[in-house]
């Protein structure tokens, strides 16, 4: 049973232009969400992330969007660049006292210059 | 450089024998976390210390997995008996306790290969 789903693996952009990648959830109890990015070879890279009270977050070029309601969220990269080639994580934190994240399965991501 | 570091990075092992890895958390966090990860798949936990107390434990974790942090600094994690199913990368992850978002800091992984 997946609690976090990415249900694109892939996604192509043209450097310059926006990269929306989305993440979809079922656990109503989920309370903080995160996205991290990782290179082959390396651990995952924390990003950005947000609270559940709030709807939207932004650092830098990238910003992040929570529908409560739909229980969907997307991370936006503006400008993208060739550097952002990687794959793209979405996690989730629950209020239990180990809150240890539950991951979405991924999405690569390629910029083409 | 002060992240989290894990060692070795990459072990190849026949099945049915030990393995265990290491991991060095960044040093003010009293949290751990260990997770594998299988190809295709994003992390899965696999268990969690505040300070030197393992406090949770996934259903992931069989009896066949043991993990310790002795003194509430670096954590070891000890597979015995590997069978092929093991074959993953194991992510070891630190953070603070605080009352708001739990960003973890995971380190490179140990890739394991069970032949």
């Known amino acids: 049973d997946q609690q976090v789903k990415q249900n694109s693996p892939s996604l192509s952009v043209q450097e310059g232009r926006i990269s929306i990648l989305n993440c979809d959830y079922t656990n109503s109890m989920f309370d903080y969400f995160l996205w991290y990015k990782k290179y082959p070879a390396e651990g995952p890279t924390f990003l950005i992330s947000i609270s559940s009270i709030k709807d939207k977050n932004e650092d830098g070029r990238f910003t992040v969007f929570l529908n409560k309601s739909a229980k969907h969220l997307s991370l936006h990269i503006v400008p993208s660049q060739p550097g952002d080639s990687a794959v793209y994580f979405c996690?989730?934190?629950?209020?239990?006292?180990?809150?240890?994240?539950?991951f979405g399965s991924g999405t690569q991501l390629t910029v083409l210059p | 450089d002060t992240g989290v570091s894990q060692d070795p990075r990459h072990k190849i092992t026949k099945r049915g024998q030990n393995v265990t890895f290491r991991c060095d958390p960044i040093?003010?966090?009293?949290?751990l976390y260990w997770y594998r990860q299988t190809l295709g798949q994003g992390p899965e936990f696999l268990t969690y210390f505040q300070n030197e107390a393992q406090l949770e434990k996934s259903r992931l974790l069989s009896d066949r997995f043991s993990a310790e942090r002795p003194k509430g600094s670096f954590s070891t994690l000890e597979i015995q008996r590997t069978e092929q199913g093991d074959s993953a990368m194991y992510l070891c992850?630190?953070?603070?306790?605080?009352?708001?978002?739990?960003?973890?800091?995971f380190g490179p992984g140990t890739r394991l290969t069970v032949l």
């Open positions: 040093s003010e966090h009293n949290r």
């Open positions: 996690a989730a934190s629950g209020s239990g006292s180990a809150r240890q994240l539950t």
């Open positions: 992850a630190s953070s603070r306790t605080s009352g708001g978002i739990n960003e973890q800091f």
